[in-house]
């Protein structure tokens, strides 16, 4: 399945779309600390999980929202919010290793040993 990276996504459209996937069965695994004082307030990161498919989602105060998932994954959001997404250039979710870079102010909730994202395999920190 094609991902694709969803960019300047209203703030209270991205976090609209991060309570619909905490009520619709997709796991939060890992989410940007609470305990960093500029969560919500400069900065914020969640990835969810659900049958082998992962979405990513980041917000900015500068530059808004990113979300990366597959084409359908992104259509169905876009259908159920009945907004129009956009698809420039990412400031974050473009870089592959970008759990790996930001792991130390990242809380991960996956219990299991391994984390896969987007056919990658990180050992869990």
Known sequence: METK???NIETDILYSII??????????TIEYS???F???IDFDLY?????????LLVWDNW???EI???TETLNEIAKHFKVILKFGKPEYLHKPDIIDEMKYLLKFKNSSHNIKIFGKNLNQY
Do not use: H, M, P
């Open 38 to 40: 500029d969560k919500g």
């Open 19 to 28: 309570k619909f996937l905490k009520k619709n069965d997709w796991k939060l």
């Open 47 to 55: 990835q969810f999980e659900r049958n082998n498919e992962t979405i």
């Open 5 to 7: 990276i969803a960019t």
């Open 63 to 65: 530059g808004e929202g």
């Open 34 to 36: 609470d305990e960093i």
């Open 68 to 70: 990366k998932a597959t």
